[in-house]
T-cell receptor, first 111, second 116 residues
Framework: DAGVIQSPRHEVTEMGQEVTLRCKPI?????LFWYRQTMMRGLELLIY????????DSGMPEDRFSAKMPNASFSTLKIQPSEPRDSAVYFC?????????FGEGSWLTVV | AQKITQTQPGMFVQEKEAVTLDCTYD???????LFWYKQPSSGEMIFLIY??????QNATEGRYSLNFQKARKSANLVISASQLGDSAMYFC?????????????FGQGTTLQVKP
């Protein structure tokens, strides 16, 4: 079975540019999480969805961040405009019941 | 408020010995799940083990076991017979599960180094 698939794996972009991170959850999973990991702040939950509906977006840093889940097999996290402080690893995870699996992460560098 | 605390920033263990990584949690919900993840230097998050709050027995998965002490609100990870490949960051996490809809929150992590 394919795991959680994230793209791109690595992205370097200039400050002010739009960044879109993509996630394909495991088929049959009904919850999807977006996390950000930095050395300073550790793993932060940005937003999570249940059955494609956003449940808690209190971790989204500011209006520059937005996330969508148009269907059960796809989600995006968008940063517009990007800033150097957004540089981090962004993880997507999907869940069904007691199982929660992570993608390999998208390593974002904003210069 | 829900919280996960890992008080050991770093741990060392000799190869082939057992090691315990500490995790305490705080929640007022009676239904919750506890997870441990391993993050090697390559960066991926690897699921290790799960314990439900109503599970009567401690969870085990191969060399991993979870020492679940509900009254103390602790969920320590025990790794037996440590291997060099166990060197990694380990995260404890909790999901409060009213109908399996809760968010997953993480502790700060513990870095484990296995010495040959």
């Amino acid at each position: 079975d394919a795991g959680v698939i994230q793209s791109p794996r690595h992205e370097v972009t200039e400050m002010g540019q739009e960044v879109t991170l993509r996630c394909k959850p495991i088929s049959g999973h009904n919850s999807l999480f977006w996390y950000r990991q930095t050395m300073m702040r550790g793993l932060e939950l940005l937003i999570y969805f249940n059955n494609n509906v956003p449940i808690d977006d209190s971790g989204m840093p500011e209006d520059r961040f937005s996330a969508k889940m148009p269907n059960a097999s796809f989600s995006t996290l968008k940063i517009q405009p990007s800033e150097p402080r957004d540089s981090a690893v962004y993880f997507c995870a999907s869940s069904f019941s007691n199982t929660i699996y992570f993608g390999e992460g998208s390593w974002l560098t904003v210069v | 408020a829900q919280k996960i605390t890992q008080t050991q920033p770093g741990m060392f263990v000799q190869e082939k010995e057992a090691v315990t990584l500490d995790c305490t949690y705080d929640t007022s919900d009676p239904s919750y799940g506890l997870f441990w993840y391993k993050q090697p230097s390559s960066g991926e998050m690897i699921f290790l083990i799960y314990q439900g709050s109503y599970d009567q027995q401690n969870a085990t998965e191969g060399r991993y076991s979870l020492n679940f002490q509900k009254a103390r609100k602790s969920a320590n990870l025990v790794i037996s017979a440590s291997q060099l490949g166990d060197s990694a960051m380990y995260f404890c996490a909790m999901r409060v599960e009213p109908g399996n809809t809760g968010k997953l929150i993480f502790g700060q992590g513990t870095t484990l180094q296995v010495k040959p």
